[in-house]
T-cell receptor, first 114, second 118 residues
Framework: GENVEQHPSTLSVQEGDSAVIKCTYS??????FPWYKQELGKRPQLIID?????GEKKDQRIAVTLNKTAKHFSLHITETQPEDSAVYFC?????????????FGRGTQLTVWP | KAGVTQTPRYLIKTRGQQVTLSCSPI?????VSWYQQTPGQGLQFLFE???????NKGNFPGRFSGRQFSNSRSEMNVSTLELGDSALYLC?????????????????FGAGTRLSVL
């Protein structure tokens, strides 16, 4: 089945700096890649997603890039703020035999220092 | 629209007991997935149900089981509880948006049930 690796596991940045979280996947049939943010004590929530026919997608301060050839995708957060502090999960899914399942990375704890 | 509702929010059980957790998905969503979350272990996939059928299964022992009803509500059951089963159990409902090439599987999570096994 699919295997999603996520790095780094922890990331500390100063407020205003950029943060980058990287994920790799193994199944070339994966074609949908969402990112979830989980604040302390809260449920994971979708923040951005990308399909495999798109190389980059932006939404205000966050962006996701996808390299299908290398099978990796990344989350970029610019001008970080303390409220960006959370655990971020990447995920992948396909329309194949595992339709309906999201394969999650192990998460990145992002801390933004004021 | 009401969000995903999980009950109960907290549970305390002792080893050897069994427990049933409930998840009511967003109206119209037919897929329900279950995850176990422990510190440092991320989101461990348990299983996914779609239209009352288990469509995907993770690598958990047979003590973990689930089902889905005709109204899409889902339950998961853990029998013979072990100390290591202490965790936050999250369910997520999804509405699959399909076109000719892609299925966008956006999962909406409930607040979870925190299970403590003593």
């Amino acid at each position: 089945g699919e295997n999603v690796e996520q790095h780094p596991s922890t990331l500390s940045v100063q407020e205003g700096d950029s943060a980058v979280i990287k994920c790799t996947y193994s199944d070339s049939a994966s074609n949908y890649f969402p990112w979830y943010k989980q604040e302390l004590g809260k449920r994971p929530q979708l923040i951005i997603d990308i399909r495999s026919n798109v190389g980059e997608k932006k939404d205000q301060r966050i962006a996701v890039t996808l390299n299908k050839t290398a099978k990796h995708f990344s989350l970029h957060i610019t001008e970080t703020q303390p409220e960006d502090s959370a655990v971020y999960f990447c995920a992948a899914s396909s329309r194949g035999s595992t339709l309906g399942r999201l394969y999650f990375g192990r998460g990145t704890q992002l801390t933004v220092w004021p | 629209k009401a969000g995903v509702t999980q009950t109960p929010r907290y549970l305390i059980k002792t080893r050897g007991q069994q427990v049933t957790l409930s998840c009511s998905p967003i109206s119209g969503h037919r897929s329900v997935s279950w995850y176990q979350q422990t510190p440092g272990q991320g989101l461990q996939f348990l299983f996914e149900y779609f239209s009352e059928t288990q469509r995907n299964k993770g690598n958990f022992p047979g003590r973990f089981s689930g089902r889905q009803f005709s109204n899409s509500r889902s339950e998961m059951n853990v029998s013979t509880l072990e100390l290591g089963d202490s965790a936050l159990y999250l369910c997520a409902s999804s509405l699959e948006v399909r076109d000719s090439l892609y299925t966008k599987n956006i999962q909406y999570f409930g607040a979870g049930t925190r299970l403590s096994v003593l």
